[in-house]
């Protein structure tokens, strides 16, 4: 598959980020920044740009508010030959106030996740990104458990009051299957007549990258990975899969290779990420996986017939 | 997806066998066929039954010749209810003659693997199953590396030759992608007009239950999965994630999850299976997985850019 106007988001420090609190070193940063760079990759997310009034910097690393002179330290010296740098806000987690005129800053693009309850607050932090000379693309988190006609008049909305480039499916739950793939983003391109679709798939049911497929050949251009599929709990869609599909001859997988292999694999030791049976279970069941987290640490986690059947008690009537 | 014609197979002993020359324990074999019967799936695949002039009995275990008296050792006093036994034969590795008439056997199908070249060794193997009373089905291998006339007079063959229950794609080196199963799926229900289309993937780019999902949507009712995907390399499609998506009502998840926390985890401690670089690489490349195999014993296993070199040293004109 080669379309020119396909765009891929390495959102390896970002989303990983949910995994470690944001910890990364700046060495692990920066070997990832020049290793998209040297792969073509037409984005890097470097983390959130989130209120410290809402996460303490105590606990979190600098990833999660992503300062402009961190930023700096993770990319001088690196020669981008076109790659440019994302952060990401939260629509009820961060403020306008935070983002500099893009003249000032070394980002390019701001990406605003949302739940579509709050998509005046997401609409609000695109428009500052945008009236302040940056791109930027809306992601609606936790697409699985949209079925209401919210969601039509959220997409309509941001079809009518916005300029970003692009709106997210975002499969927070790693619960879709491609047939439900299929009809969001026809859903989408149905409202968004201006704007590109964008695709962001997790793993829990080995289906991030057979989605990200899916929304390839019904048109999303905008493509989210992460090397190895590094992310929080089953994780995400693996970038070098992406790039092994994608036939774009801008594309270079040697140095995606090469990081996975000298600062992905060793991260392995202190985050655990990918395929397991309870990622898997809040998966199938479209829940969220905050308890299959849990039952990670529980000291029974191989003990997955309690757990499904935790997560299948009836609530009662 | 809830279609009643659906014949879901496991093949854990059978395909996990290629992982560990077929030495599983009895008492592995008789948890999993318990499982796989108390889980509603259709048959239970438990070994191969090839030549002992061309596999040696010293070398390999039971599950490579699936004599008679050692099947019963594996199935006897479990309640089966449906659930029936399947065994294979390699086209070029088994002959006739192993096989007893079905009323002397615990096995219900023989299916028969091959390649395009070896479809008229297959075909004899299939009339003496159905000869002697037994279900069949031919299973065409490393299907990616058939772009000949050969398989579309392969597939005309086993319509008019045979009276096998189901053909099936085999994904042997996970190479394939969804629109590819697409097509394979419809070119076989071009030829097979009294016969079934099967699917059995490999999961070297996290494919395998996608393409399950592709080739059930395309009308493919016969379905292979194995316990956590357990499998050479990469592995194959988890029986789990197929189960999950099937709204069969017959089928239960239960004691798939148990099995696998109980018998198929411990087993990573002397089999390693999933996803890995060097597997995912001769996947995309449509290659044999062999080098990758090779590659994860070589002590250099995390080199991927030198095996990546070493995958695509070009051969001379």
């Not at 026809?186 to 704007?195: I, R, S």
């Not at 829990?204 to 990200?212: D, E, S």
Request: aromatic share 10%; hydrophobic share 40%; proline share 4%.
């Amino acid at each position: 598959m080669y379309r020119p106007q396909i765009k891929v988001v390495d959102c390896t420090i970002r989303d990983g980020g949910l995994a470690n609190d944001s910890h990364f070193t700046l060495e692990t940063v920066r070997a990832v920044y020049k290793a998209a760079c040297a792969a073509g990759v037409d984005f890097v997310e470097l983390g959130y740009r989130n209120s410290k009034e809402m996460f303490s910097p105590a606990e979190f690393g600098p990833w999660r508010f992503c300062d402009e002179e961190q930023l700096r330290r993770a990319v001088d010296g690196i020669e981008s030959d076109g790659t440019r740098i994302s952060i990401m806000q939260d629509a009820h987690k961060a403020v306008p106030e935070d983002i500099l005129p893009a003249e000032q800053s070394v980002v390019d693009m701001i990406r605003v996740a949302t739940y579509v309850k709050d998509v005046d607050k997401a609409i609000r932090l695109a428009n500052n990104a945008t009236d302040k000379g940056y791109e930027a693309t809306i992601n609606i988190m936790a697409i699985s458990h949209e079925g209401s006609p919210f969601l039509d008049e959220a997409l309509q909305q941001m079809e009518e009051e916005t300029s970003v480039q692009a709106v997210y499916v975002v499969d927070s739950f790693g619960a879709l299957y491609s047939e439900e793939v299929h009809f969001l983003v026809e859903k989408y391109q149905t409202y968004l007549k201006t704007k590109e679709v964008g695709g962001h798939f997790h793993n829990n049911q080995q289906l991030a990258f057979a989605n990200t497929i899916e929304a390839i050949i019904r048109g999303a251009n905008y493509l989210d990975g992460t090397l190895y599929g590094l992310g929080r709990a089953a994780g995400n869609c693996p970038l070098e899969l992406l790039l092994g599909f994608l036939k774009n001859p801008k594309f270079h997988i040697e140095p995606v290779l090469d990081v996975i292999s000298n600062e992905i694999l060793p991260l392995a030791e202190n985050i655990a990420w990918g395929y397991h049976i309870p990622y898997m279970l809040t998966g199938v069941l479209d829940q969220h996986p905050r308890e299959a987290m849990a039952w990670m640490k529980s000291g029974v986690k191989d003990e997955f017939v309690e757990f499904y059947r935790q997560l299948t008690a009836d609530p009662g009537e």
